[in-house]
């Protein structure tokens, strides 16, 4: 089964278009993020959700906005696509407890076109 | 602010030869956590292993192995006899407490080939 699943997979979009990727986790989790890795593999956190509540919000434009309606899903809308959003989104979870792993979704590939 | 450097870039290496991924990080926090994930062709991120702060004992999974030493703030990763499935995106990374949750900082990650 999986643990961190996300959808879409792959969305090809036009500029300027508005669009969700939806996240859910079955591993009972209460902490949930959004990472995003650009073109050159590089990594870094967008947001995390500690059962319901934004508790990081890194220096990311206000056309992204997490959305989080339950502790087991976190979805993320993006508003007037640009080409730079162009990225893989990575979903995550972790128990919120000291160091525990975070466990990443499958990613979603965004290409703007 | 805390930091991970993974100063190879691209790794080549024939099968069946070992090599050693290296990981150097900062941070000023006195407990943190430290991690690799494995990034195979498909994409997704595999979590490999979780090291704290206060275990410095090696650990070997298979052929993985992984060297934590804390007096020179790195966590290196060993893969012996390696394969061609192990090619992959290797990254580093260290966990820190921001507010009431953690984070991860990832290194650059390092490409490894491996040849048939």
């Known amino acids: 089964d999986t643990a961190v699943s996300q959808t879409p997979k792959y969305l090809v979009t036009q500029m300027g278009n508005d669009k969700s990727i939806k996240c859910e986790q079955n591993?009972?989790?209460?902490?949930m993020y959004w990472y995003k890795q650009d073109s050159k593999k590089f990594l870094k956190i967008m947001f995390s959700y500690n059962n319901k509540e934004l508790i990081i919000n890194e220096t990311v434009p206000n056309r992204f906005s997490p959305k989080s309606p339950d502790k087991a899903h976190l979805n993320l809308h993006i508003n007037s696509l640009e080409l730079g959003d162009s990225a893989v989104y990575f979903c995550a979870s972790s128990r919120r407890t000291t160091g525990n792993t975070i466990y990443f979704g499958e990613g979603s590939w965004l290409t703007v076109v | 602010a805390q930091k991970v450097t993974q100063a190879q870039t691209e790794i080549s290496v024939v099968e069946k030869e070992d090599v050693t991924l290296d990981c150097v990080y900062e941070t000023r926090d006195t407990t943190y956590y430290l991690f690799w994930y494995k990034q195979p062709p498909s994409g997704e991120l595999v979590f490999l292993i979780r090291r704290n702060s206060f275990d410095e004992q090696n650990e070997i999974s298979g052929r993985y192995s992984w060297n934590f030493q804390k007096s020179t703030s790195s966590f290196n990763f060993t893969i012996t006899a390696s394969q061609v499935v192990d090619s992959a995106v290797y990254f580093c990374a260290l966990s820190e407490a921001v507010g009431s949750a953690r984070q991860l900082t990832f290194g650059s990650g390092t490409q490894l080939t491996v040849l048939p």
């Open positions: 591993l009972g989790h209460d902490t």
